[in-house]
């Protein structure tokens, strides 16, 4: 009789914890998969606690201007590129989105490269919607390494890798050697300050391919 009794007991509770498992299964299930939305409030929301310098500056830049068709601006604002945000603004959520929002740059919070590289190549290469567009598949920058983010910057006022004048220092974050020793071109090494690198380098052009040999 008590064998009987500690069996059903034993039962019971085991019914209970796969059930709880399966309920907890499925609220994760829920919840990992439940996909958001664009925020009515669109900008201006994601501004409510994004607000720092960097953040408005991109109002000043061409990706924040609405007046331009295609820009992230006459689209869906922040959400643009970083994904609907309907889950990660909501209170109940603490600004954790199921799934994450699109962070640009390194480290693990990061989206992988081929995410990263892949939505500016939405906009910027062929076919996209800005007024030109670039070469990156076969670069030589086009590295596991090298993310469209490691160079430029929308977050600002005007992006400082497209300036000739602060062009030089980002190069040299990654081209240190040439800073102090880049080599004569004809008489002289060349004056980074007036030229930059893109005076002579075009990193968004494809290699000439290699010759057969025959």
């Not at 004809?186 to 075009?202: I, L, Q, T, W």
Request: proline fraction near 5%; glycine fraction near 12%.
């Amino acid at each position: 009789m008590f064998s009987l009794k500690r069996n059903a007991v034993l039962l019971l509770l085991w019914v209970a914890f796969a059930s709880n498992i399966h309920a907890q299964a499925w609220v994760n299930d829920l919840l990992v998969h439940r996909m958001p939305s664009y925020t009515e409030g669109g900008q201006e929301d994601c501004l409510v606690c994004h607000s720092g310098t960097n953040m408005r500056a991109m109002s000043e830049n061409v990706h924040g201007n609405p007046e331009v068709t295609g820009t992230p601006a006459a689209k869906q604002g922040c959400e643009s590129c970083h994904g609907p945000g309907s889950i990660h603004i909501s209170r109940a959520h603490g600004g954790k989105g199921y799934p994450p929002l699109t962070v640009f740059g390194y480290g693990p919070a990061s989206a992988s490269r081929d995410e990263q590289v892949g939505l500016c190549l939405g906009c910027h290469g062929a076919g996209g919607e800005a007024a030109s567009a670039v070469e990156w598949d076969g670069v030589l920058h086009d590295k596991w390494i090298v993310n469209c983010s490691t160079c430029h910057q929308s977050h600002a006022e005007a992006d400082p890798v497209l300036n000739r004048r602060q062009q030089a220092e980002i190069c040299f974050s990654c081209h240190m050697k040439q800073k102090e020793g880049h080599k004569k071109v004809g008489k002289r090494v060349p004056d980074f300050s007036k030229m930059g690198c893109a005076g002579c380098h075009r990193v968004h052009r494809a290699p000439k391919p290699e010759k057969s040999g025959e």
